[in-house]
């Protein structure tokens, strides 16, 4: 690190590799050291200017910054290179393919990084990779804490922390409400979303051409509802023994994609019994003016904060947002 | 341990101790060793049946637990003698005075016990003299998590993962509602809640007999309101960095002696701002049907794992709820 403050790098510059940037921009503990997208990558050794980051729109990558951009065929290799000047890294690259992250990660680790991780992950599938990286990590001394978004993130550590009250968890519903006012800045995202679509799959989704999307979306007025989403809350949630079965966890949400206000208030409620035999639900419910950028990027940087001091105290392999509390990033 | 069970000693049998004997009943990870009272205590290799202490109503003491309960004049004494048979302590005496639970803390510790704690400490000032006690801690490789009940514990937990979705937070608001049919039950806790009274302190409330209690709670149909209570969930708020200021946690509630039915439901709202300066609130709402028993025993059993597992990780030292995930106890 340099001085007191970690290193950071962001992976990918989509909507939320950009709100990470603004945000570490604005954290005394953190820099961020470097950025890369499919076109090339940044690096500053005194740090990065975020708000050169977090502006960039359209067409224009990361490697026009004036003075540290570069392009480059491979950007990820790039990064790999600079692995000793790098502390901690926020994956926030596109979740399809299923393997795409755990392989990168697999490529840094390998290439001789060393520090600590966290990601948005989402589904079961590429989590399920991340865990199977636990011997990796571990022999590297770096830390892995996945699933560390919104949801899986910050509405799956509150059902755990919900879990407390009841001696027998019945089940536990995450309901999400996201209001984006232009899809093409989450082109990621929504793709992942119209997976979970009856008739859609990820191998569909991710082969559809931006008017394709445009059409499907105009077709339910910009609307996306969806229910039964195969979303990694199941398995972070089986792992800690807050429910015994995945099939006790349920994931769904409408997302508008023309306008920033939130079609319905996201909830995460745990239904249980308290060890008098009494069936009560805890609610945990998000403020609707937050947005998707805010509530998945804060949990995944506290998280990268409680990783730093996961490797401090020794304590490496790949971990789970229900693992350990986020830390408050000053 | 014995096998893979940690063996529980439940310091006090009042309400929560009650309910600790239960619930650690009903736990294949956990055995009730011990149990002590002013009276005497009751100790089983084995394990104690917890529901016969958790039975026990009145003036009957744990010493009356036929085979396994012995009179003492100083019981707790009685307990320390047996620190090596111990692994794990919840602390379920009276919070009053301030000093007394730091007291029994320091005398275990200097008595030999290496064990690990919880408690559900509740006022600001005994906290300060529990987090006075980390070297002592430190030094005997004991782990102590301070603060682990529903408030300060579960719900000042749920701020720390609500305010991961903000860059500034504002203020955070603990307002609960507790419904117990028979305040004799809750002896301690009652006079706890009475030296929140205006007019009232913590000496006050101790001196007050039962019917003076009894009188107290009739001229108030039953119910105690309190506001700006001095609860500890702003020392263990601010010690994490969540808020910069005490002033900034605010905890009241109403309290009816006469139902269990709640006469509010409990609330903690954390209000902040989001990176793009929007501001907005996070709330984590319990279920009315659980009860005091459910939320405060459950996390603090919940944090007394996570207390195992720092001890295991040679982790030392007196924490608060904030800075740990509670565990899920099987």
Redesign the interface.
């Known amino acids: 690190m340099a001085g007191n403050k970690t290193n950071v790098a962001v992976l990918g510059t989509g909507g939320l590799g950009k ?1 990470a940037a ?2 570490i921009g ?1 954290k005394s503990s953190m820099k961020l050291a470097a950025v890369c997208d499919s076109k090339g990558y940044a690096y500053a050794e005194n740090g990065l200017d975020a708000e050169t980051v977090a502006k960039l729109v359209g067409t224009e990558a990361v490697c026009n910054i004036p003075q540290y951009g570069h392009t480059s065929k491979d950007s990820l290799g790039e990064i790999i290179k600079l692995a000793d000047k790098i502390d901690a890294i926020f994956v926030a690259l596109p979740n399809l393919p299923n393997d795409f992250i755990p392989n990168v990660v697999k490529r840094f680790v390998e290439g001789g990084y060393r520090g600590v991780w966290s990601d948005a992950l989402k589904r079961t599938p590429a989590m399920e990779m991340m865990f199977g990286l636990d011997d990796l990590l571990k022999q590297a001394q770096g830390v892995y804490i996945t699933g560390a978004g919104a949801t899986p993130g ?1 509405l799956t ?2 059902a ?8 027998k968890v019945e089940h536990v519903n995450i309901w999400w409400g996201v209001g984006i006012p232009n899809w093409e800045d989450y082109k990621a995202t929504i793709r992942e979303d119209i997976a979970h679509l009856p008739g859609y799959n990820v191998e569909k989704a991710k082969a559809m051409s931006d008017a394709e999307i445009e059409q499907l979306l105009n077709s339910r007025s910009g609307r996306l509802e969806l229910h039964q989403m195969e979303h990694a809350d199941d398995l972070l949630l089986t792992r ?3 429910v015994e079965r995945r099939d006790q966890v349920e994931v769904g949400g409408i997302i508008d994609t023309r306008s920033s206000k939130k079609p319905v208030s996201t909830t995460m409620t745990l239904t249980g019994y ?3 035999g ?14 998707m ?3 998945v ?3 995944a940087l ?1 998280y990268l904060a409680r990783a730093v001091w996961l490797k401090e ?1 020794k ?1 490496y392999g790949v971990f789970g947002s ?7 990033v ?1």
Request: no cysteine.
């Open positions: 709100v603004r945000i604005m910050l550590a509150a755990v922390i919900a879990a407390q009250s009841f001696t800690v023994g807050v308290t060890f008098e009494k069936k009560s639900s805890h609610r945990f419910i998000l403020g609707d003016e937050t947005s950028g805010a509530n990027v804060g949990p506290g105290h304590i229900t693992e350990f509390m986020p830390m408050v000053v």
